[in-house]
T-cell receptor
Framework: EPEVTQTPSHQVTQMGQEVILRCVPI?????FYWYRQILGQKVEFLVS????????KSEIFDDQFSVERPDGSNFTLKIRSTKLEDSAMYFC????????????FGSGTRLTVV | QQPVQSPQAVILREGEDAVINCSSS?????VHWYRQKHGEAPVFLMI?????EQKGHEKISASFNEKKQQSSLYLTASQLSYSGTYFC??????????FGQGTTLQVKP
């Protein structure tokens, strides 16, 4: 079964550093998403991406964050000047075109800011 | 506005039924339901769009009531594998996606 692949599975970074989280969506999917889940809390929507541009973003997704699809397969989330409160599990998801398709989530990247 | 899920937690015996509700204060365009097991990614269960259709997935089904701005997830004859946290995710006509706070379901033998 096709999978969404995320790397790394765990990233530890120092406060103030920049991190890039990587995702390889399912190959024929056209809609891409990033979500965040702080330990013990609910999943939070960050951003959706379609046709090489952001289609929707939440209040969390401020200037500290950016997304990019640098080539035909990767979808990245960049977090600049990381803060302690950025520590969370970050999930990438992708979806096929069509009203009835749900999202397939990757297994996540656990980001720890120290 | 975050959708409100109820109940917050449910404990069942194998074979029992459960209903999880997801209510929004705003008009809904679509509702997605997910199950997440501890330490794992959410897994998509089903999507419901405007129109009030009921959908099913094995012994799990859901309904979408536009007038009440509410969706309900029905789990029948629960199995141990149903344990986890269930989230609804809703979108209005802006397309913005918001998760509910989750309902923890524990199925005991």
């Amino acid at each position: 079964e096709p999978e969404v692949t995320q790397t790394p599975s765990h990233q530890v970074t120092q406060m103030g550093q920049e991190v890039i989280l990587r995702c390889v969506p399912i190959s024929n999917h056209l809609y891409f998403y990033w979500y965040r889940q702080i330990l013990g809390q609910k999943v939070e929507f960050l951003v959706s991406f379609y046709n090489n541009e952001i289609s929707e973003k939440s209040e969390i997704f401020d200037d500290q964050f950016s997304v990019e699809r640098p080539d035909g397969s990767n979808f990245t989330l960049k977090i600049r000047s990381t803060k302690l409160e950025d520590s969370a599990m970050y999930f990438c998801a992708s979806r096929a075109t069509g009203r009835w398709y749900g999202y397939t989530f990757g297994s996540g990247t656990r980001l720890t800011v120290v | 506005q975050q959708p409100v899920q109820s109940p917050q937690a449910v404990i069942l015996r194998e074979g029992e039924d459960a209903v999880i509700n997801c209510s929004s204060s705003k008009a809904l365009y679509s509702v997605h339901w997910y199950r997440q097991k501890h330490g794992e990614a959410p897994v998509f269960l089903m999507i419901l769009l405007k129109g009030g259709e009921q959908k099913g997935h094995e012994k799990i089904s859901a309904s979408f009531n536009e007038k009440k701005q509410q969706s309900s997830l029905y789990l029948t004859a629960s199995q141990l594998s149903y344990s986890g946290t269930y989230f609804c995710e809703v979108s209005g006509n802006t397309g913005k996606l918001i998760f509910g706070q989750g309902t923890t379901l524990q199925v005991k033998p």
